[in-house]
């Protein structure tokens, strides 16, 4: 059963640029989380999505910042005009239901 | 006051010591504990999960949940090289879905 998948693994953009970042979750499960991790910080909690719906984005930066989980294909967080200051690994959790949260290897994220 | 403290370390022990590592919290609203560990540059790795006052045991690794002092601890018995990694503590109120996690200790065991 493979686990969390989040692609790409490393990715560089310049300022202004935009950035995607997917996440395939486990097999079955229908729960998903973005967390970010900046140099020196802990993981701090982005977004909740279920299938279609965004349950909780208290998390989210409030511009350029915008994430989906559609019927079909990975969940994408997308960055739109990035600056120096996202530049963090960015981790994607998938969950079966309300229960324990399993993590991708992240997507590293440099902005030059 | 954050909502989870973590003492970063780092934290250096010889091969075979009992590691203990800890976190505070401030929120009696939090009612599941979890310990992840994460290795450099890889995603974090569930180890332990609970929602109780009281001990829980897997192998070397032992959760203690003690919620009237808001502390929870996780002990490494017989400690090896290859448990060096961060250990985040991460912890969700109930209702909630987002784990609130702590910095992370940084752990060394040295062979």
């Known amino acids: 059963n493979a686990g969390v998948m989040q692609n790409p693994r490393h990715l560089v953009r310049r300022r202004g640029q935009e950035a995607r970042l997917r996440c395939s979750p486990m097999?079955?499960?229908?729960?998903v989380y973005w967390y970010r991790q900046l140099p020196e910080e802990g993981l701090k909690f982005m977004v909740y999505l279920q299938k279609e719906n965004i349950i909780d984005e208290s998390g989210m930066p409030k511009e350029r910042f915008s994430a989906e989980f559609p019927k079909e294909g990975p969940s994408i967080l997308r960055i739109q005009q990035v600056v120096r200051g996202d530049s963090a690994a960015y981790f994607c959790?998938?969950?079966?239901?309300?229960?324990?949260?399993?993590f991708g290897p992240g997507t590293r994220l440099t902005v030059l | 006051q954050k909502e989870v403290e973590q003492d970063p370390g780092p934290l250096s022990v010889p091969e075979g010591a009992i590691v203990s590592l800890n976190c505070t919290y401030s929120?009696?609203?939090?009612?599941?504990f979890m310990w992840y560990r994460q290795y450099s540059r890889k995603g974090p790795e569930l180890l332990m999960y609970t929602y109780s006052s009281g001990n829980k045991e897997d192998g070397r690794f032992t959760a203690q949940v003690d919620k009237s002092s808001k502390y929870i601890s996780l002990f490494i018995r017989d400690s090896q090289p290859s448990d060096s990694a961060t250990y985040l503590c991460a912890i969700i109120k109930g209702g909630s879905e987002k784990l609130v996690f702590g910095k992370g200790t940084k752990l060394t065991v040295n062979p």
């Open positions: 959790a998938s969950s079966p239901a309300t229960d324990t949260q399993y």
């Open positions: 929120n009696s609203a939090f009612q599941y």
């Open positions: 097999k079955g499960h229908s729960h």
